[in-house]
């Protein structure tokens, strides 16, 4: 039986699209090891959201090479999509592929002999959304459901439509039927992604996001729903009161902001201003209790003064995140921000996004603070690295709790008492 092994870089949409290679595999009688073990075959889903990421997925590509000189290295996603020509003479990689072939990537691995394969297809031509299987997350807690690939909105730094295509969405059967077989296994939490979720249904008849979102919490067995990245646009009143009858959505919603200065946001050509942002997160707050958010801050785009970065400052102050994921601006090649004028250094960026960390670790405080002495549901994910009897879950809201348990299981739902606010954590006692 030949060995099979993979390795993702970047975002939720990847790993998953990732757990669906590799359930072709297995079906084809693969057996999918560990990517630091020896393999026959080593697949490297790459990304190419930041410089960073693009390197990394090479990197990733030349260990494989490294671990088993003899093995079949293949490259597919993101970066493959953009730069497979480069890829492949950067990396020595026997096939690179992009996005439009994950679907059989088993078959084009098994053509292979001594020629390398190189097969970009154009992403532009996809119409519709397609996979031909499920995915394979039978040892996850958190299962990730993808049901929208691509992006039309082309912000002028993000080179992901160009990797990913035009909006796509996944006919709603097909996401159900998904979902139930998780269920029917005992899985009790998914997320629900996809590039741009918001724009999932609008190439399809008679369904939204909220539609769709309504369909799962009538699934047998599934206790939680947690939603991928939103847009302020998105969460319009109806929305949210729609969202807050449901029963198994979580109170946690990601908005990427990205900056918290209209000037800069213009710039980036986000599509909303940081007021539009406010009043999404005034409706989350009003009509769901509990609510909390997370985001995305890019730092140091081009010509961003010191005026706007504080600006950007204030507002994350202001709203009150429980986390930030801070990015360096990145250029990627293709671009409009590509070729922007008023570039800022790599230390101005490094002490911008210390900034931002810093503010945010200020204000956790205040967010976490009421839920101390109240019971949390928390959802079991794994014992804690260090010691035997503490285990770790998150809440519906996302907050990451440590507990002392002699006797819980993993995939277990129990009720926690949060004690105290650590660094990156709370603290919490069974009930």
């Known amino acids: ?48 959201v930041t ?17 088993n000189p003899k093995a079949v290295v293949a490259i597919t996603g993101c970066l493959g ?11 020595g990689a026997d096939i690179v592929t992009g996005n439009v072939e994950k679907n059989n990537i088993v078959d084009i691995i098994e053509k292979h002999e001594s020629e390398s394969i190189l097969q970009s297809a154009d992403i532009f031509k996809q119409m519709s959304y397609s996979q031909d299987g499920d995915s394979s997350q039978d040892t996850r807690t958190r299962i990730f459901i993808k049901v929208q690939d691509g992006c039309d909105n082309y912000c002028s730094y993000c080179a992901i439509p160009f990797a990913r295509g035009r909006s796509r969405s996944r006919q709603p ?3 159900l039927s998904e979902i139930k077989k998780y269920a029917d296994s005992g899985a009790k939490e998914i997320v629900i992604t996809g590039i741009h979720l918001d724009s999932y249904g609008k190439d399809l008849e008679n369904i939204t996001l909220i539609d769709l979102l309504e369909k799962i919490d009538d699934i047998p067995g599934i206790k939680r729903v947690r939603l991928g990245s939103l847009e302020p646009a998105s969460v319009t009143e109806e929305f949210v009161k729609r969202a807050a009858a449901l029963t198994k959505l979580c109170q946690h919603f990601h908005m990427s902001l990205q900056s918290g200065c209209d000037s800069v946001l213009s710039r980036m050509r986000r599509r909303y201003t940081t007021s539009e942002f406010t009043g999404a997160v005034s409706l989350l707050r009003k009509h769901i209790s509990g609510v909390m958010l997370t985001t995305d801050i890019i730092v140091g785009f081009p010509g961003e003064t010191e005026d706007e970065f504080k600006e950007t400052l204030a507002f994350v102050n202001k709203i009150g995140f429980l986390k930030v ?33 810093e503010a945010v670790e200020l204000t956790q405080e205040k967010v976490l603070s009421p839920i101390i002495g109240t019971e949390c549901e928390v959802l079991v994910e794994k014992k804690h690295d260090l010691v035997g009897d ?28 949060i004690s105290k606010i650590m660094d990156e954590f709370v603290l919490g006692c069974l009930k």
């Open 1 to 48: 039986m030949k060995r099979v092994a993979f390795s993702t870089l970047g975002c939720k949409v990847n790993q998953y699209d990732t757990d669906v290679m590799k359930a072709s595999f297995i079906e084809r009688g693969y057996s999918c090891v560990e990517f630091s073990d020896k393999a026959d075959i080593y697949v490297v889903n790459t990304c190419t």
């Open 51 to 67: 410089a960073v990421a693009a390197r990394k997925s090479r990197q990733m590509a030349m260990k494989a090479r490294k671990t």
């Open 81 to 91: 999509q953009l730069e497979s020509e480069r890829v492949m003479e950067m990396t």
């Open 173 to 175: 059967e097909k996401v």
């Open 325 to 357: 994921h801070v990015f360096k601006f990145s250029p990627r090649k293709g671009t409009l921000a590509y070729g922007m004028k008023d570039k800022i250094s790599g230390d101005i960026k490094k002490i911008r996004s210390e900034k931002i960390s």
């Open 390 to 417: 503490l285990w770790e879950g998150h809440t519906r809201g996302y907050i990451k709790v440590i507990f002392t348990c002699h006797e819980c299981g993993v995939n277990d739902i129990l009720m926690v008492k």
